[in-house]
């Protein structure tokens, strides 16, 4: 269940049933808060209720109205901030299936009432190809300050090539909403190419491209702004590694969770300019070694992250909560 535009319900290919709710209001004016009706009788027939985001107008709804017809309450947290009434409201969750044990340490997740189920990847989609040739650095997410793309325009060896995937972040003032700008003047004279937002259908052909991937995440952007929660997981990461790329990441959030130092990429200090140039230039100048580390990183991803594995994670959570494991 979702919310949208308009009532309706449609099924999908799997079989799937995704209703969606119309969104009458927002509150604040924020995304991630719809007020619908109808949650009550959309809810009626659940045995068990999995939540996103625990901090959301309609997951704490949910979860009341869950409580009120005695059915278990499950929520997985996306990072969203929240105030003091969520905060409490949060206590009716029975589970939390966090994304990563970052995302459970920041969240304050009771321990005796968490999983960590991790996020997954299509490593059908997102996988190598033996005969393309691969070049450059590839940089895909959003364009805004916390992803630490002036550290990566910095830190890029002379003659490397880059691409920077992604569509401009949610910055509505200054000086953050200026941080495009402040990019393509690092990258002038440079061999940078800028793509824009990227249809999902192409993603898989440019990752098939690049030889090295980068997210240079910071805890502090260029502007002095700290930010509150960074790269719970890194699914741009796990995207990369199934295609069989080497990742040079910051040692920020979650990432370490995912990029194993030394064995499929490098975890670098955040903001560090010469490290990450440093680790940037190894791969592009060994083969051998972005070729070892990107089979070793597409192993770990078949071995851990998938979204079958997710799903097994959760069918289990679910058993353990009385709400019909596999």
């Known amino acids: 269940m979702t919310f949208g535009a308009r009532a309706r319900t449609d099924i999908e290919g799997s079989g799937l049933e995704v209703q969606y709710l119309r969104a009458r209001a927002h509150l604040r004016r924020h995304p991630a808060h ?5 949650l009550w009788r ?3 027939g659940a045995d068990l209720v999995h939540v996103h985001h625990a901090r959301s107008a309609p997951s704490i709804a949910a979860a009341l109205l869950a409580r009120a017809r005695r059915r278990p309450v499950a929520v997985t947290d996306h990072g969203l901030v929240g105030g003091r009434w969520s905060e409490r409201a949060a206590a009716h969750y029975d589970l939390y299936l966090t994304v990563s044990r970052h995302s459970a340490d920041i969240l304050g997740a009771p321990p005796d009432r968490t999983r960590v189920v991790f996020g997954g ?7 190598p190809a033996s005969d393309e040739a691969r070049a450059g650095v590839l940089f895909v997410g959003r364009i805004t300050p916390h992803k630490g793309i002036e550290v990566l325009l910095r830190a890029l060896p002379a003659g490397a090539s880059l691409t920077i995937a992604g569509s401009p972040g949610h910055d509505a003032t200054w000086p953050e909403r200026g941080y495009p700008t402040l990019l393509r003047r690092l990258a002038a004279g440079r061999e940078v190419r800028f793509t824009g937002p990227v ?32 790269e719970l997981l890194g699914l741009s990461v796990m995207e990369a590694m199934a295609s069989g790329l080497p990742a040079v990441c910051s040692a920020i959030g979650g990432l370490p969770e995912v990029v194993r130092h030394g064995e ?7 903001g560090d300019v010469e490290e990450l140039h440093d680790r940037l230039a190894e791969l592009l ?3 051998a070694l972005a070729r070892r580390m990107g089979r070793a990183g597409r ?23 009385g709400g019909g494991a596999a």
């Open 199 to 230: 249809a999902d259908a192409e993603l898989p052909a440019l990752h098939r491209r690049a030889r090295v991937f980068a997210l240079p995440s910071v805890p502090v952007t260029c502007f002095g702004r700290r930010v509150a929660i960074s």
């Open 299 to 321: 192993e770990l991803v078949l071995d851990r992250f998938t979204w079958d594995a997710c799903a097994r994670r959760c069918l289990e959570a679910y058993g353990a909560l």
């Open 264 to 270: 499929t990429g490098y975890l670098v200090a955040p």
């Open 121 to 127: 990847v299509d490593p059908e989609r997102f996988r």
């Open 34 to 38: 719809p007020v619908a009706a109808g």
């Open 42 to 44: 959309a809810l009626s």
């Open 285 to 287: 100048d060994d083969d």
